[in-house]
């Protein structure tokens, strides 16, 4: 999604307050790639209910009514002044208006609601001019004083593409590192372990090389395929075998990625078989279940889940999981009263795993998606009690899911 898209949805959805995420900056200046210590929000100090009409308005994309409400807004309540100041900055970018926004941004009282996006975008627009030492200042600022900001990810990327982009190939693996050390994860994470690669590649460093390496075939296969990363780790005969390079834990999160961010439960399948039978504990057997379910080898799946038990509530509620989606499956592909049968097996695992987790750290087990598939099977074929239990565990799992809000 563009930036400025992402800002004008930021804008519009302002909460009736925002916490503090930014902090001032030392008197010496703060390390930009040390993460520094995550810590709870102050309390909330921005009011958002004055501007509402000029949020309505920027929606509406009347961007100079909408500046104009703001200054209504703030007019006469200093205390308003610096909020309002921001939010103009803001708007402005929002609307298109880049020259502006930044001389706003610039002209903006640092600190309080927001710095992030000040100090973010100021950033951006100083990039798109050509300015990349006031770029990089801007980006560099917002990772040592905002250690709460959902832009992070973005500012280690920008940052260290720009860094790169000047050829200072150790600030790259500095930021690298620190976002590392941040658990930094998603999109931008990928990006930054290809450019760590590459900068391993072009410095001819095999621990650089491989520690990126690593990290894309586990997190991010596709990523790792384009670039071919697995060269890394062939041996002089050109064999390759992960299930050899990675751990065992490594081999399991591979197949997980495969899993969740790709969907393709055959590629997790083929990584699994990889692993050596001393290293398939009750995780793998889950992963490979919930593999061949993904498969349309439902029965399959059904029969490894048989005679796995567990004393830890989690991992019971996973198994249980794991059955009432394989049974959902298979109902899938037959017809009448075998079909309705099958899925009330798999309500009966539902709510098993559901009692599991009720109340228990464990609820986050138990994915929304996969209910609200539960939900729709037991829908269509009728069993109306059973798509309203499928839907009371997803509002304990997800509270604002509006899925089957007109059967509630």
Not at 125 to 137: S, W, Y
Not at 321 to 332: D, F, W
Not at 336 to 362: F, K
């Amino acid at each position: 999604m563009p930036l400025r898209r992402i800002a004008l949805l930021t804008l519009l959805s302002l909460p009736v307050s925002l916490s503090l995420l930014c902090t001032s900056p030392s008197r010496g200046g703060a390390d930009p790639v040390t993460p520094p210590q995550r810590q709870a929000p102050a309390a909330a100090v921005l009011d958002a209910a004055p501007y509402r009409a000029a949020a309505e308005a920027l929606r509406q994309g009347d961007a100079e009514r909408a500046q104009k409400l703001l200054a209504r807004a703030a007019a006469g309540r200093p205390a308003r002044m610096k909020e309002a100041f921001r939010l103009a900055a803001l708007y402005a970018y929002a609307a298109g208006a880049t020259a502006e926004a930044e001389e706003l941004l610039a002209a903006a009282p640092a600190g309080g609601p927001l710095e992030d996006w000040r100090l973010y975008l100021l950033g951006e627009t100083a990039r798109k001019r050509g300015d990349d030492e006031t770029a990089a200042e801007a980006y560099g600022q917002l990772l040592a004083t905002c250690p709460g900001s959902p832009l992070r990810p973005q500012a280690y990327l920008a940052a260290a593409r720009l860094a790169d982009a000047d050829e200072q190939s150790r600030g790259v693996l500095d930021l690298v590192e620190a976002a590392r050390a941040e658990g930094i994860e998603g999109e931008a994470a990928t990006e930054l372990e290809s450019l760590a690669w590459r900068i391993g590649r072009r410095l001819d460093d095999a621990a650089v090389r491989e520690a990126s390496a690593r990290r894309l075939l586990v997190e991010a296969p596709f990523a790792a395929g384009k670039l071919r990363v697995a060269d890394t780790f062939r041996a002089f005969d050109g064999s390759l075998a992960l299930g050899e390079v990675l751990s065992a834990d490594e081999v399991k999160r591979r197949a997980h990625s495969f899993l969740d961010g790709q969907e393709l439960p055959k590629a997790a399948l083929s990584v699994l078989e990889g692993l050596p039978e001393g290293s398939r504990d009750l995780e793998w057997h889950l992963l490979k279940a919930r593999a061949l379910t993904g498969s349309s080898r439902a029965g399959e799946a059904l029969a490894l889940l048989e005679p796995l038990v567990s004393e830890e509530r989690p991992f019971s509620a996973r198994l249980e999981l794991a059955r009432s989606l394989a049974s959902a499956e298979l109902a899938g592909r037959d017809g009448g009263a075998a079909r309705r049968d099958l899925l009330r097996t798999s309500h009966r695992h539902l709510t098993r795993a559901a009692r599991l987790v009720e109340a228990s750290p464990a609820l986050s087990e138990l994915r929304a998606a996969e209910l609200r598939s539960l939900h729709a099977d037991f829908l269509d074929a009728d069993l109306f009690d059973q798509a309203i239990d499928a839907l009371r565990i997803l509002r304990l799992v997800e509270p604002h899911d509006a899925t089957g809000a007109r059967s509630l």
